[in-house]
């Protein structure tokens, strides 16, 4: 069922105010805010952490300060690898194609998707 004209009008404004009050929150959305996780990067930190916590209770067993931090650190070291931005070439449909796009290109995104579902429900 798509959006009658009211409703798109009222998105469209919220879509503007947006704009307007942040845009710097609103140029990360129409890149795609949302983040794509890398499968080798968690396993990696999810070891590293494992490790850790390992390291951080033979730590405490043995009474090693020492030991003990270092565990922590790896534990904090792995979170911090499995959830940072992976280096390397930009996802497709990122980027400079998706910039260069107008400020509409948010509301495209939206009908894209909503299409993409009434197709799927068919």
């Known amino acids: 069922m798509p959006l ?3 409703e798109q009008r009222l998105l469209e404004q919220l879509e503007r105010q947006l704009h307007e009050d942040d845009p710097k ?7 795609g805010g949302a983040r794509r996780w890398s499968t080798k990067r968690v396993l990696i930190g999810v070891f590293a952490v494992v490790a850790g916590i390992l390291v951080l209770l033979l730590g405490v067993t043995l ?4 030991l003990g931090v270092l565990g922590f650190l790896a534990m ?5 690898f499995a959830t940072g931005k992976a280096k390397g070439p930009a ?12 400020k509409s290109g948010f509301m495209e995104d939206l009908e894209q998707r909503w299409e993409q579902r009434r197709r799927d429900d068919s």
């Open 76 to 80: 904090g070291a792995g979170v911090y």
């Open 25 to 31: 929150f609103a140029s990360q959305m129409e890149q």
């Open 63 to 66: 009474n090693n300060i020492p």
């Open 91 to 102: 996802p497709k449909g990122s980027g400079k194609e998706r910039s260069s796009r107008s």
């Open 4 to 6: 009658s004209e009211h």
